[in-house]
């Protein structure tokens, strides 16, 4: 790990708060204030669009940060048919409305049913680690150590910023409104860059 302390100095600056100038935290100019288009993808063989509870609950919170959800869909927990989506809406095919930002619900936990991550990892470039790190640490607040079983994650496919939550209402309330809503015009800002 370099050291980028100038002329001998401690690394502080002069009312001894560290200077963080170079760290990518500090860019948060090249967000976007606009407004986004998402898509809220549920994934599940099992439930219809009727039967969604938590799609619903993150068009809510979407709508109600001022974005628009453009798609809304009940996608099979099969990892072939979740890559196809996920590509289509970040444009990476030229077959369907693209969107800023895809929000999955379900499919995150560890059964053999559960390949969302599986169906996305590959797409994502890069991955954002800290998306699942955090709200790990943020469901860990609410349901204690089985916070450690999800496998939530997000990351860039193309300019479109994707993230997979687990399925149940309270995860995907947490998930959009406390770790994609802060950040997620940052996010879309450095995927356009």
């Known amino acids: 790990m370099s050291d980028h ?7 502080h600056g002069e009312h001894g708060h560290h200077d963080h100038s170079h760290d990518d935290h500090d860019h948060h100019h090249h967000g976007t204030d606009e407004t986004l288009d998402v898509a809220v993808l ?13 799609g619903p609950v993150a068009s809510r919170a979407i709508e109600d940060a001022g974005h628009r959800v453009a798609v809304t869909d009940v ?18 095919r030229a077959d369907g409305e693209t969107v800023d930002v895809i929000v999955t619900t379900g499919g995150t936990g560890l059964t053999p049913d559960d390949v969302t991550v599986e ?3 590959p ?18 607040e609410q349901v204690g150590t089985a916070a450690m079983l999800t496998r939530a994650t997000a990351g ?7 993230y997979a939550f687990p ?10 409104e406390s770790v994609l809503l802060p950040e997620v015009g940052h ?3 450095l995927a356009r860059r």
């Open 5 to 11: 302390r100038e002329h001998g100095e401690s690394g």
């Open 42 to 54: 549920t994934i599940s063989s099992s439930r219809s669009s009727d039967e969604d509870e938590s």
């Open 75 to 92: 996608v099979a927990d099969d990892e072939a048919a979740i890559r196809e989506r996920v590509e289509t809406l970040a444009g990476e």
């Open 119 to 121: 169906a996305i990892r």
């Open 123 to 140: 797409l994502l470039d890069p991955e954002i680690p800290g998306v699942g790190e955090y709200f790990r640490r943020l469901s860990h």
């Open 156 to 162: 860039i496919v193309g300019e479109t910023a994707v």
């Open 167 to 176: 399925g149940s209402p309270d995860a995907i309330a947490l998930g959009v």
């Open 187 to 189: 996010v879309v800002g």
